[in-house]
C-alpha cells in the first residue's frame, strides 16, 4: 500500500512538471517541437501511471472495504446466529417454565380438592360427634329428670313419713307434757 501511495505520488510530480515544461516550451520555444512531443510524451506515460495507481489504489481500498464488509457480514451472521440460538434457548426455557407451572397449577387444584374432601370429611365427623353428644346429653338428662322426678316423689315420701313422725313426736311430747302438767298440778296442790 505505501509502494502504491508513493508511486501515486512520483506519478502525480512527474505528470505536473511535464505538463509546466511542456506548457513553458510552447510559450517560450516553439520551435523545439521535439522537446514539446518528449515532455507530451512524458505528460502521457505519467498520467497513465497516475490514472493506474489511481486506480490501484481504488480497488484496494475497495478490496479492503468488502474484506471489511465481508467481515462485518460473518460478525453480524454469527451474532444473528448467537441470537437465535439464545432466542431458540430461551423459548425452551420459557416453554419449560410455562409446562412446570402448569403442573403447579394443576397439582395445586388436585391439593384444593384434596382439601375440600377433608375439610367435608371433617365436618362430616364433627357433625356425627355433635349429634351424639347432643343424644347423650338428652340421654343424660331424660335420666337425670327421671331421677328429680323419683327423688321427687321420694322426697315426698319421706317428707310425709318425716311429718307423721313429727306429729307422733308432737303427740308425744303433748301427752308427756299434759301428763306432766297434772304432775305439777297435784303436787301444788299437795
Known sequence: MRTRKSNLTFSAVGFVASILIMLYLILNAPQMIQLIIVFGVIALADTYFLVDSIVKLIDELSAASMDKQTELVKVEKGIYSVAKREEASNKKQN????????????????????????????????????????????????????????LNGNSAST?????????????????????SNDNVRRMRAN
Open 159 to 179: 317428707s310425709k313419713e318425716t311429718m307423721e313422725i313429727l306429729e307422733e313426736i308432737n303427740k308425744t311430747l303433748d301427752t308427756y307434757y299434759n301428763d
Open 95 to 150: 416453554e419449560a417454565l410455562v409446562a412446570e407451572l402448569m403442573q403447579l397449577k394443576e397439582e395445586n387444584q388436585r391439593l384444593n380438592a384434596e382439601l375440600i374432601e377433608q375439610q367435608k370429611l371433617c365436618t362430616k365427623i364433627l357433625i356425627k360427634k355433635s349429634t351424639e353428644n347432643n343424644n347423650k346429653m338428652l340421654n343424660s338428662s331424660d335420666r337425670i329428670s327421671k331421677l328429680l322426678v323419683q
